[in-house]
């Protein structure tokens, strides 16, 4: 089996923290100066170890070994959330690194390779798996065109021309070549922590519908305006949370989750009665019929809403993750090499999350496996996982890896 | 009576406009360069007309005619809502300058004089009147110290350094010179448009009582967190803004008025649970009991949204303006002036908004007078007023002062 190398790996995350640090986490938005540092220590690092490597037109880092044996394919992503944590992303970008350096090594597996590949913004700051749909072929120019990050509102082109990635040819990768795409991730819930379980077997990704609902009402003071004649975006905008919350907990599954996750009041004055608000809504399941049946819910009661008045409300559809089986043979082989090192460690269990290994499924057989994570947080500076599992949720990669290339 | 200059009145409002311009409104916050352009204009064009002017250590402008008749003191704001209208201040400043004008032009008023104040920061970008509270001799050098803008987070102590006040004496009024204080305003509501007023006579200011309400969840992953466990301060927040509007209709009075200007979910992430949210909210009346009345079921609202949970829930009281009487001899003065130049023409009616008008009647007689809103838009940069009401306005108010500084 091919065998890691502990105190590299805790080195290179360590290393990876410190581009965009803030507290014990990272801010390090997609195509950020930060972002791009971390793309070309990478670079480095696989060049280092033989790899060709090339930074795309789209921000995607391709680590291709010069091998004509089996490969697999493995990675994550570099970018991160705001201000938030340190190993959601780069965790599986190092194991992959890590895998690929200890398959080199590896006697046995001589003539193959691991290939790594760091997708662009799986976190969404400009849309929707932009890298992973760019690296399987599907993202078009004109989806480049209108993306606009989500927080600062810069245009997506003039981002990677400033990254200096305007122009570049994007890559799409050969599902023919490889034998499938793995990637780690930290688990981002409290359910191995909780079952002192320390490695996770990804059965299915959730889907996830994501939506910004407009209201529009009218501005005006907040003094000399009469109840009665009021048009308050934001009041109608409270009317849907709660909506929301009446109506989804009788029908959803049991593991499907909502969020409101931002709210903005325009002008958002004291005195303002506000005249237009915005919410930025998603919900989440791995069951794609109860997907549609949830939006249809939430499209009946916006339109209800509207209906009634006193605002517009209108709803437009951001995000759309279809949920996604992962490969039976990859689970098979993330199984055996826990139960290997450590008998019973392992559980089946389908991911909360939205990971690129949903997109890749598309065109090759697929796999995750999730370490834990402490306390359950994540997408907060605290998010965090202990150096014991790092290391072992590495040497399981690998060992898994070593199953798949061997075949 | 003392005779206006329509063109100049006009020419002077139309020149303060430029100050920030934003569309056909203004962008003028307290203390902002532009704010202060206009502070030197006005100082300007007092000492043209003979004042002695002083800007002051919290940024009021006050021009004193070196005479030893009666006088009146009248006057306004100058600083703006943030990207709002061009009259909401301006009108009522510009009104006492054209006013001491025609005063000193007017020979049976000889040895009178109306000496003009602009109060800074009635719109509360750093707190709660505190101009005119600085200029009646009731603001603390502490709640100075403590005062930050409320959209920029800058110290007001940084504020008046940079505006190259820091250090200044502040100016404290002598009510025993002054027959009163006079002030005009837009209505910024459609009472006097819908009725085909030109003159609202103003029998009394409401009262205001403003909140900053904060909400503390649990941040945590919008996709892995189970729904059962969620502290989510966004719905929290949803949910008391409802439990509001289910309420106060059953409690309030005829012309009470409540606004949740704002709403901030931290860390506004559609992917993250906001552990975090905070609402400005707001209400106001002329009774002040009744105010007390709706202050206590506010506190019972928060009180129990707290108690049962999921999320702590605080309140903190920001602004608290009490309602005021306007002095009868000033309301009947406006009432006679606007009588004589159109008869039927006015109407006495509460303010529904707070003005400085409010703090200087805890010192002396007071008065107040508006001119219609078109629309009853303010707050907006859409915020007019037709230039011949503008133009009739000031001749009434020029008119009043000439009554009450007769006696």
């Known amino acids: 089996m091919p065998t890691i190398d502990a105190e590299r790996v805790l080195r290179d995350l360590r ?37 060709e490597v090339t930074i795309d ?17 493995g990675g994550s992503h570099l970018e991160s959330q705001n201000y938030a944590g340190w190993l959601d992303g780069p965790l599986g970008v190092v194991y992959a690194l890590e895998a690929a350096r200890a398959v080199k090594a ?14 662009c913004d799986e976190e969404g700051h400009f849309g929707n798996f932009v890298g992973s749909r760019s690296g399987i072929g599907q993202l078009s120019e004109e989806e480049i065109d209108a993306a606009v990050d989500r927080t600062s509102g810069t245009p997506m082109r003039d981002a990677l021309e400033a990254a200096g990635l305007g122009g570049r ?26 079952n002192k379980l320390k490695i996770g077997v990804v059965s299915a990704i959730v889907g996830s519908r994501n939506f910004r609902i407009i209201f529009e009402g009218t501005q005006n003071h907040a003094g000399t305006t009469r109840m009665a004649i009021r048009r308050d975006a934001g009041v109608a905008c409270a009317r849907l949370v709660m909506a929301i919350e009446q109506l989804f907990p009788t029908i959803c599954g049991e593991r499907t989750v909502w969020t409101t996750g931002r709210v903005t009041l325009s002008p ?45 409300v209108t709803l437009e559809q951001q995000r759309k993750g279809m ?60 998010e965090n996982t202990s150096d014991e599992d790092i290391v072992f949720g590495a040497q399981i990669y690998a060992d898994a890896a070593g199953r798949l290339l061997k075949g």
Request: charged share 20%.
């Open 268 to 312: 958002g004055d004291p005195s303002i009665i506000p005249g237009r608000a915005e919410m930025l809504f998603q919900f989440r399941d791995t069951d794609a019929a109860l997907l549609d049946r949830m939006e249809a819910a939430l499209r009946d009661l916006v339109a209800r809403a509207d209906r009634e008045g006193p605002c517009k």
């Open 323 to 382: 949920p996604a089986q992962m490969a039976e043979h990859f689970q098979a082989a993330v199984e055996a090499s826990a139960e290997a090192r450590r008998p019973g460690c392992h559980t089946r269990m389908p991911s909360g999350v939205g990971h690129d290994a949903q997109v890749l499924a598309r065109i090759m057989p697929a796999g995750m496996m999730f370490v834990p994570s402490i306390g359950g947080i994540s997408h907060h500076w605290t």
């Open 15 to 51: 290393y990876l923290r410190t581009l965009g640090a803030y507290k014990t986490g990272v801010h390090r938005p997609a195509l950020s100066p930060e972002h791009l540092a971390s793309m070309n220590w990478l670079k480095t690092e696989l060049e280092s170890l033989g790899h």
């Open 106 to 119: 590896d006697a046995p597996l001589a003539g193959c390779a691991v290939d790594v590949a760091a997708w």
């Open 57 to 73: 037109g789209i921000g995607n880092v391709f680590g291709i070994a010069p091998v004509e044996g089996r490969k697999l394919l």
């Open 169 to 194: 040819p994007r890559v799409v990768v050969d599902p023919a070549r490889y034998v499938g795409f793995f990637e780690a991730h930290i688990e981002q819930g409290d359910w191995l922590e909780a």
